[in-house]
């Protein structure tokens, strides 16, 4: 600051201390107004010539600011994530998790494209989310080989010398059904988008027929039902047991590549799709307690089954067998997964007669009878 500038800055209060004296002679009664003057002046003067004084800071300053607010307008979305009244998990968490599942199968720096991918072909998406079959691929479940019915599976059981009672009683549950389960209880693992299937899990896989396997503890239970079925003129097919994590992804890589041929960004396709196909490494079929099932006059997996004899045989009576609809229609803000009608679930007779009795899915079990 040089001599003129202060030398300016002395003189232009001087002035305004002048002007003020000389109004408030002429005018005493309004002396006060000659003050306010005299402060709003010399203080915006003060304010502006700081400002000034500062110019170079106040512009880098600036600068800054205004670098953060555009990079900001490009930062990946988060994800919508509908956390579960008993998840133990945090967004943050989660979202690092099931990175790492799906990392294998989609190559992606990020759990998010930068932008949408042009417009949003309507036409595309609706097929998307119409498919016959949107747990596994459209062709699998029309495949025979992919299919193994009772008649099936009595007669491999025969070729290998197995012999099943087919007057078997039927297993009911215990007439005092426990009131508390055990969370270490293998048949009742919960496992969902917010649960992935923990890195220890194992389990013995059994064959059901063929190349179908399940876990073999409820090969058994299935065969069952199965037969109790046929007794009452209902004929179910099984059609996708268990799978490993490379069909999993698949399906899955599949139905996110489906919604962004749609024009939808990656994570916009991500989320509609992990409502309709588990996302690898969360999935009940990867542990084999998952069976899909089809009758042989019915052969789509879609929600029209339930109207179905074999869709209302199973609503009524798999829980006689420790079987429960996974995922029922009105539930599908606890699950987060829409309605599947042909989506069993072994948990036990017991478990599944308390759910049944209650009218709640899994996750409903859990926070209220899981220990």
Same mark, same amino acid.
């Given at each position: ?69 555009? @990079? ?35 190559? &992606? ?13 309507? %036409? ?6 119409? @498919? ?6 459209? %062709? ?34 215990? @007439? ?9 209880? /293998? ?42 079925? @046929? ?34 960004? &990656? ?45 209302? /045989? ?27 009608? /042909? ?22 079990? /859990? ?5």
């Amino acid at each position: 600051m040089n001599a003129s500038s202060l030398q300016l800055k002395l003189s232009y209060k001087e002035k305004i201390v002048n002007r003020v004296q000389k109004f408030n002679r002429k005018h005493k009664a309004l002396s006060f107004l000659g003050l306010a003057y005299a402060v709003c002046a010399i203080t915006t003067y003060n304010v502006m010539f700081y400002f000034y004084r500062n110019i170079k800071r106040f512009t880098c300053l600036a600068c800054i600011l205004l670098f953060f607010v555009s @990079s900001s307008s490009f930062s990946y979305p988060a994800m919508s994530l509908n956390i579960s009244f008993d998840s133990g998990l945090s967004a943050e968490e989660y979202s690092t998790d099931s990175a790492d599942v799906v990392s294998d199968a989609i190559d &992606y720096e990020s759990d998010a494209e930068l932008a949408v991918i042009g417009e949003v072909d309507q %036409a595309l998406i609706v097929e998307a989310m119409e @498919s016959d079959n949107p747990d596994v691929t459209e %062709a699998e479940h029309m495949n025979p080989d992919s299919q193994v019915s009772l008649s099936e599976i009595l007669a491999t059981t025969a070729e290998d010398d197995t012999k099943i009672d087919e007057n078997q009683e039927v297993p009911l549950a215990a @007439s005092m059904v426990a009131t508390t389960f055990s969370s270490d209880d /293998w048949k009742i693992i919960l496992v969902n988008k917010h649960h992935p299937i923990p890195d220890d899990y194992e389990f013995p896989l059994g064959t059901i027929s063929g190349t179908m396997r399940c876990d073999e503890r409820i090969i058994t239970p299935l065969l069952d039902m199965m037969r109790a079925a @046929s007794s009452d003129g209902v004929s179910l097919i099984i059609c996708s047991p268990y799978r490993d994590m490379d069909r999993q992804t698949m399906l899955f890589t599949n139905k996110v590549g489906r919604y962004m041929n749609g024009g939808m960004s &990656y994570m916009e396709a991500y989320n509609l799709a992990s409502q309709a196909v588990t996302v690898p490494g969360s999935s009940e079929h990867q542990i084999g307690l998952a069976i899909d099932i089809i009758s042989d006059g019915y052969s789509s997996l879609d929600e029209g089954f339930a109207n179905t004899r074999a869709g209302q /045989w199973l609503a009524a009576n798999s829980y006689k067998y420790g079987f429960i609809l996974r995922y029922p229609a009105g539930k599908e803000d606890i699950t987060s997964i829409e309605y599947e009608p /042909w989506h069993f679930r072994y948990v036990g007779v017991d478990a599944a007669t308390v759910m049944a009795e209650n009218n709640i899915c899994l996750e409903e079990f /859990w926070s209220t009878y899981v220990e």
